[in-house]
């Protein structure tokens, strides 16, 4: 199975919301979203309104993550949802 291995602190960063991926960490002082507030990547400091498609896509993207799974078993899941 694939597994995300990249700097989980950015993705807590991209969400603007603790996602408590690190544990301990993200109680404390040094977590990601306390230290910096702007996104990430190199234009993260620009902020525009989300469309509903954009505010979806970023509930979904905010449950994969917070949850671990990649997309075609969040795919799969909500296929078996909806029988």
């Known amino acids: 199975m694939a597994r995300y291995k990249d700097v989980v602190c950015r993705l ?3 969400e603007g919301i603790k996602l ?19 996104l990430p990547g190199q ?3 620009s902020r525009r309104k989300l469309s509903n498609y954009g505010i ?5 993207q905010k449950t994969k993550r917070h949850y671990g799974i990649l997309e075609s ?3 799969k899941y909500f296929e078996m949802a909806d029988k």
Do not use: D, V
């Open 43 to 45: 234009h993260g400091f």
């Open 56 to 60: 979806q896509l970023r509930e979904k």
């Open 73 to 75: 078993q969040f795919r």
């Open 12 to 14: 807590c960063r991209r």
């Open 20 to 38: 408590y991926l690190k544990g301990e960490r993200c109680y404390s002082e040094k977590c990601g979203i306390t230290k910096k507030s702007a």
